[in-house]
């Protein structure tokens, strides 16, 4: 079916209207061989609140943008290749049903849907444009990712020490390498991790020594991470938010 539709008409008008609806401040998405498999608008679990994004699954990318005006603008354009994408389901609890998450090399989040229907669907057509993908190209499916960050509200405190408390003078921040909230003394030190940042990013203490040390791969994450925290409360940095802390 997707190779069919590869060179179809129907295709190519559908994708000009998505690099039409993202302007000129996004990248280029028609290119022989995609075809866009579906879109919709899932709530994204961000750094200081579950956002609206809207979403679009091709055979071979993930693309997400801020809602402008739906249906017609988004911004904040952000492409993920699907080859290095894995996915967890995320167990109901709360307010946050349906989720499950988008974890990459790069960056990882939870994502939320409308229905269980809905994220069954997502879940299964992400799965099967990563696993086609990975059959075509003979490479193995990616067993690492980047921490994904815990939300600023889960955090009154460092999740380090423990007893700084976080004020509009104290700030937050994160460690880029367990995605714990941190305090500034916590996380003064800088580690370079090739995969999220060409130059040292901000790490916390105790991963700083870790790394260091060599105790800890200066490269990704586990799939079965060491670092544990409620999985239904998991985001990534905000997209609207200064992403140095």
Not at 21 to 34: E, K, S, V
Not at 151 to 167: G, H, L, N, W, Y
Request: charged share 25%.
């Amino acid at each position: 079916m997707v190779d069919r539709l590869a060179n179809s008409e129907a295709n190519s008008k559908r994708i000009n209207v998505v690099e039409g609806c993202f302007g000129a401040a996004g990248q280029p998405l028609a290119i022989p061989g995609r075809v866009l498999i579906g879109e919709g608008v899932l709530t994204k679990m961000c750094r200081k609140k579950p956002k609206a994004r809207q979403f679009f699954l091709f055979n071979d990318i993930l693309v997400y943008g801020n809602i402008v005006i739906q249906k017609k603008k988004y911004n904040k354009q952000h492409i993920i290749p699907l080859e290095n994408v894995t996915i967890d389901s995320i167990e109901d609890e709360g307010e946050l049903r349906n989720g499950w998450l988008i974890k990459t090399p790069t960056k990882s989040f939870a994502v939320y849907a409308a229905t269980a229907t809905e994220k069954s669907e997502w879940m299964n057509h992400i799965s099967k444009c990563v696993s086609d993908l990975l059959d075509k190209s003979g490479k193995a499916p990616n067993s690492e990712h980047a921490a994904v960050w815990v939300p600023d509200s889960e955090a009154t405190v460092c999740m380090r020490c423990q007893k700084i408390k976080f004020t509009p003078v104290s700030r937050r921040h994160h460690c880029r390498k367990c995605g714990f909230v941190v305090c500034g003394p916590c996380s003064e030190k800088k580690f370079l991790l090739p995969s999220q940042s060409s130059k040292p990013v901000r790490v916390c203490e105790f991963c700083y020594e870790q790394l260091s040390s060599g105790q800890l791969s200066a490269t990704l994450l586990p799939r079965s991470d060491s670092y544990k925290f409620p999985m239904n409360n998991v985001s990534d940095d905000d997209d609207d938010d200064d992403s140095s802390d």
